[in-house]
């Protein structure tokens, strides 16, 4: 079975945002007053192959994670796992 | 009413993505041979304030993106807005 996967990865939220905090700067000068907390990550989807349970996907995602994808450190992830048809 | 907004920014299919390929080539390296078709994007939570209707809220999302958080010549968004309580 194939698996379309999909992460996204925060800066803990004790961690200070600069570019969060400058992109709410932008979006105030361009006449946005009513925007606040903006945090910005990064998003990411991929393919999985051959994997039999969903189960198993979620334990190599979160590998992979741990490993390359976030820095646990300072980032949190969260991901979504979906079957792929074919 | 205040609204929680989910942003996810991805490159356009045709856009060649040298950060999603090197990060399959790192997972690839790190043993993980299964993952295929990997797209590297922005992640954008924040917070909107003072707007009555959920359509208007999107339509000041849409706005931000065209003007700010995306370029949309190169990239595709998609966005989530939720209704925050209190």
Redesign the interface.
Known sequence: MNWKVKI???LKESILDPQ?QA??G??DS?G?K??????????????????VTKDKVKT?VDE?CQ???ANPVIEDYTFEVEEMEG
Request: proline residues 0%; aromatic residues 6%; charged residues 25%.
């Open positions: 996204k990865v925060l969060g992109v709410e932008g979006l361009l946005y009513n925007v606040s907390d903006v945090n910005i990550g990064k998003y990411m989807e991929l393919e999985i192959e051959d994997v190599q992979m490993r390359l994808l």
